[in-house]
């Protein structure tokens, strides 16, 4: 039971209502009974005074009785020890069994039993008013139940829309405040999807158009004479185009759209993908690459290898000397390099944009982002410290 729940803080509020109202109802009862045992004992007590005084003998005594509405009662036995006392007093008792009183009066000479048959004043509205009473509360407490409802409701389509999905309806025709947060809700999801539509329409459509003169470009590029200015010119074409295949796959990370398909993959051959990515003339002198083993890991290949490729090239671009180690240690990859340690913390840096986008120095502050979102999808994540002039981050590949 969730004691934070607003149904749970209801219904125990409404548990210890009716609890409450059930003990006053019993103990008003039992008040109610013991006076009404009361006027039947008091009522007793005065034919009771009446006798002794007069000392009536039994004749007398039972004659004057049953014209009280009385009536003489021979099962004593079975009455007196099966029956209830509620009042006793010397001279006479006043008997409770099955729904009737008796009257027994005492004497040093003789005891005689009497039914009472007479009717006293009771109420039963009482058990009208807590029925009542009852019922109002379970049709309140029910009541309530079912507007807090949709809230329920619109926990799941906020859940949906937080993994993605864009296809919710939490409109609602009530009236209630809870229905203009419904409402209001699912225009700001019409609106959200509206603008990421357009977003990725916008991306997808300047992708496209690119890709057109790129293709040209590639094809001119083969018409060059000079084998040395043909294949800079190739390479250029080949690394634009990657590039923008680079943008979409980032594009729908971001967007959550990515459908990812892992499959077993040699960590080295995932290090080496990376490199070419870069596509960096003489690598070998400025990546170092040490004790990086051939144990598969589970991935994506196309999108760790990402994710792996902005690590380099982030410490490429913020290095002292433009090199960087990489290397593998107790279950992580390391990426070493000399520089000035960050300003902030490493979760900073996971958000987007966080850097001064007016500096020529720096991108867009989307590189550790576009790593944490891919990490966070492979259930791995990233680690920093600074040690000795040195920059490490560290993708922790198991838990």
Request: with cysteine.
């Amino acid at each position: 039971m969730n004691l934070n729940s607003l149904i749970t803080k209801i219904t125990l509020i409404f548990l210890f209502t009716i609890s409450l109202f059930i003990a006053v109802f019993i103990f008003y009862i039992k008040y109610e009974k013991e006076s009404y045992f009361l006027q039947v004992s008091n009522y007793h007590e005065k034919i009771s005074n009446y006798i002794h005084q007069n000392r009536l003998p039994p004749s007398s005594l039972t004659a004057y009785v049953q014209e009280l509405n009385f009536e003489q009662e021979f099962d004593v036995r079975n009455i007196l020890d099966n029956g209830n006392v509620v009042f006793s007093k010397r001279g006479f008792e006043t008997i409770e069994f099955e729904n009737s009183f008796y009257l027994h009066i005492l004497t040093p000479r003789f005891r005689i039993l009497f039914k009472d048959l007479g009717i006293y004043e009771t109420n039963n509205y009482d058990y009208v008013f807590f029925s009542l009473v009852l019922i109002l509360l379970f049709i309140i407490y029910f009541w309530l139940i079912k507007s807090i409802k949709p809230l329920v409701t619109l926990k799941e389509e906020i859940n949906k829309f937080s993994n993605g999905n864009m296809n919710i309806d939490c409109k609602s025709d009530k009236k209630d405040e809870i229905a203009e947060v419904a409402n209001e809700f699912d225009n700001a999801v019409k609106q959200i999807s509206l603008l990421l539509n357009s977003r990725q329409l916008f991306l997808r459509t300047i992708m496209h158009e690119l890709k057109t003169p790129i293709a040209k470009g590639r094809i001119v590029s083969e018409l060059i004479d000079d084998d040395k200015q043909k294949n800079r010119m190739i390479t250029i074409f080949e690394r634009l185009e990657f590039q923008i295949n680079d943008f979409s796959r980032i594009e729908q990370v971001v967007s959550k759209n990515y459908n990812i398909v892992k499959y077993p993959c040699k960590i080295n051959t995932l290090i080496n993908n990376s490199i070419n990515m870069l596509m960096i003339e003489k690598s070998d002198e400025k990546i170092f690459i040490e004790n990086i083993s051939t144990k598969n890991i589970n991935v994506d290949k196309d999108l760790f290898s990402m994710a792996v490729k902005n690590l380099i090239d982030n410490a490429l671009k913020y290095s002292y000397n433009n090199k960087v180690q990489i290397k593998e240690e107790n279950g992580k990859l390391l990426f070493i390099s000399k520089g000035k340690a960050l300003e902030k913390s490493i979760e900073e840096y996971f958000k987007p944009f966080h850097n001064d986008t007016k500096s020529k120095n720096h991108g867009m502050g989307l590189g550790l982002y576009i790593v944490f979102e891919i990490l966070k999808i492979h259930d791995m994540y990233l680690e920093y410290e600074y040690n000795g002039n040195e920059n490490i981050f560290k993708i922790v590949m198991s838990k």
